[in-house]
């Protein structure tokens, strides 16, 4: 069993045209740490979780998550450790429209991204929306779901396999503070239940006092809290 | 791709289309009516050929007046109701004292309650192998025997009566209609004959107005009476609504003109051999009167203009397929541009490309299944009523 870091980085680099650029000399992420990305817009804090989940690669330099190099994986091999290790919300939610709150919690189940039985992950999708208090609207389709509700829902889909990193890109952007910090709540508590890693960037700065560790990429170098 | 994601994206594929669920049912409307036109009118004129070409192969030859060949064998064979010049009884007389086989005269001029009224001999009952399978074939003046299906559609038997159709309802000169007696219903035969209803010659003759009974002065009904004296009746203006052929009457009937002026529709030889039949049929046809057909040879004519029409209708059944093909494959790109975003999202959490083709095969191979199933049952429900379209043809 794999006890080191989660995640380790060194002299990450990433370009997108000659606007942006991205340089990250070392990071160090532990397993069932909480690290909060922090910078404006346009700082890199989304860029650097598509590069922590595998989805774009470093121009230079490595980065190891989960145990592997994500360069030296082929684009399949990635998507399956994504799909089946790493659980991911954004902050515009990203909820299928055709299935009910419970379908979006279980669409792991139809996209293959667990071995656990049906009765399992069912019964696993009740408990986290108990825990997030939307036990009460599962069959409901999305559209007719609160802001909060819908994050809550795509917040319970990011758990439901409980992988051990979560990524988390702005998913209290676009909700009030209360709900905010409601499924800020539950994110934290339900990844320490399950011992999971999470990487969360925000605008918010209220919230990082609940975080292990503050990356600030304003300046694009890691500066700890 | 593992086996729970092939099942998964059945599932997705199936919320997806249940969502969109007006769009998914217009793409299975378009796919059935591509797949069920060309079945349906390959279907039809095959039962079209069939039923045609099984009715002329068991008629050998036809006579009538000189005119419209393709008129006079739909006339004789399925009872069509067409103007034909007619002939007459006195011709048939020629032409059977001459031999060869049996003629078998037929007037199809007039109808009852909308179906043809067949009036002929016994022979034709013969020639079709028609039996009754109830009551007796016409054996009076004024009975009849109906076709099985159309004594099942009127609910008549043996027993009821049925009238003929009044051809001229404001000309009180021509003869009224004639309330035919039932006297059987004839087994099914699969063919024209279950909607027709029979009679003899001479009761068609009434209905032609060549033939009537007068009827004793002590038996004109009293509602019609408005002075009887002695030697003299005076009857009101009131019309007679309709004939019938009674026990106390049928003595009485009789015909007003002579053979030469009884029409018929039509002939139907059954010659005795081949050389007899191609003998007459020479003769009649390099006459300037009369013509003799065979049904073979008309039908296939005709059948060889239905199926240069189904050639036709098969190019724009093609033409058809491609274009629902091609609004498939529209509709396909279009979802795949308007779901770029729940894409994007399911390749931002993993799912591999095996599993979002699939997904989209699914869909198509679901509207495509369900476009199909719905056309096979249309296809298979209009076959069971193949032969009444047949009829309609």
Redesign the interface.
């Known amino acids: 069993m794999n006890t080191g870091p989660l995640i380790i980085g060194r002299e990450v680099r990433f370009h997108h045209g000659d606007s942006f650029s991205l340089h990250l000399p070392e990071l160090t992420v532990q397993a069932g740490e909480r690290l909060a990305l922090i910078g404006p817009s346009g700082s890199g804090k989304s860029t650097l979780i598509?590069l922590i989940?595998g989805?774009h690669l470093p121009a230079t330099g490595s980065l190891e998550v989960l145990g592997v190099d994500w360069a030296t994986l082929p684009e399949?091999r990635?998507?399956?450790?994504?799909?089946?290790r790493?659980g991911?919300a954004?902050q515009e939610f990203?909820l299928?429209?055709?299935?009910s709150a419970r379908?979006n919690i279980l669409?792991s189940?139809?996209?293959?991204?667990?071995n656990e039985s049906p009765l399992t992950l069912a019964q696993r999708t009740e408990d986290l929306a108990r825990a997030a208090g939307i036990h009460q609207i599962l069959s409901r389709a999305p559209a007719r779901l609160s802001q909060g509700e819908r994050q809550r829902v795509a917040l319970c889909r990011a758990l439901l396999t409980r992988p051990p990193l979560i990524l988390c890109d702005e998913p209290t952007g676009n909700l009030d503070p209360q709900s905010a910090a409601a499924v800020l709540t539950l994110l934290l508590d339900q990844a320490k239940r399950d011992g999971a890693a999470v990487i969360m960037a925000t605008h918010d700065h209220g919230l990082l006092a609940r975080f292990d560790r503050v990356l600030d990429l304003t300046r694009r170098s890691p500066a700890a809290e | 791709m593992n086996a729970a994601a092939m099942t998964g994206s059945l599932v997705l594929a199936l919320r997806h289309l249940r969502h969109h669920r007006t769009r998914s049912l217009l793409i299975v409307a378009c796919v059935a009516a591509a797949c069920a036109i060309p079945l349906l009118i390959r279907v039809l004129t095959a039962d079209f050929q069939k039923a045609l070409i099984t009715r002329a192969r068991a008629t050998p030859q036809l006579i009538g007046s000189k005119g419209n060949r393709f008129d006079l064998t739909m006339a004789l064979l399925y009872f069509r109701q067409v103007e034909l010049p007619t002939l007459s009884f006195a011709d048939f007389r020629q032409l059977a004292t001459n031999g060869g086989g049996v003629f078998i005269p037929l007037n199809l001029r007039f109808t009852a309650r909308h179906r043809a009224l067949v009036a002929t001999t016994p022979d034709y009952f013969e020639l079709r192998g028609l039996r009754p399978a109830a009551g007796t074939l016409p054996l009076l003046l004024g009975d009849a025997v109906l076709g099985a299906r159309l004594a099942r559609q009127l609910k008549l038997g043996v027993g009821d009566s049925i009238f003929s159709d009044q051809r001229e309802l404001f000309d009180i000169s021509k003869p009224q209609s004639l309330k035919l007696h039932i006297t059987g219903v004839l087994a099914p035969s699969g063919g024209p004959d279950d909607d027709a209803v029979f009679t003899d010659l001479k009761s068609a003759w009434i209905l032609e107005g060549l033939c009537h009974a007068h009827t004793a002065a002590n038996q004109v009904p009293e509602r019609l009476v408005l002075n009887r004296a002695p030697g003299r009746l005076t009857l009101s203006e009131e019309l007679i609504d309709y004939n019938e052929v009674t026990p106390a009457n049928i003595s009485e009937y009789h015909l007003h003109t002579d053979e030469a002026h009884l029409p018929l529709t039509g002939l139907i030889f059954a010659p005795n051999s081949q050389k007899s039949g191609t003998l007459l049929r020479s003769r009649l046809n390099a006459g300037k009167l009369w013509q003799a057909v065979s049904p073979m040879e008309v039908v296939e004519d005709l059948l060889a203009y239905v199926f240069r029409l189904r050639s036709l209708f098969d190019a724009v059944s093609v033409v058809l397929g491609l274009l629902t093909a091609a609004m498939i494959g529209m509709i396909t790109a279009l979802s795949i541009r308007v779901r770029s975003r729940e894409l994007e999202t399911l390749r931002r959490i993993g799912v591999d490309r095996l599993t979002i083709a699939a997904l989209f095969s699914w869909e198509i191979a679901i509207l495509i299944g369900l476009g199909a199933a719905a056309a096979g049952l249309a296809v298979g429900l209009i076959s069971l009523g193949a032969p009444d379209l047949v009829k309609l043809l």
């Open positions: 598509d989940a989805i399949n990635r998507r399956e450790i994504r799909r089946r790493i991911m954004f990203e299928l429209d055709y299935l379908e669409l189940r139809y996209i293959g991204a667990s």
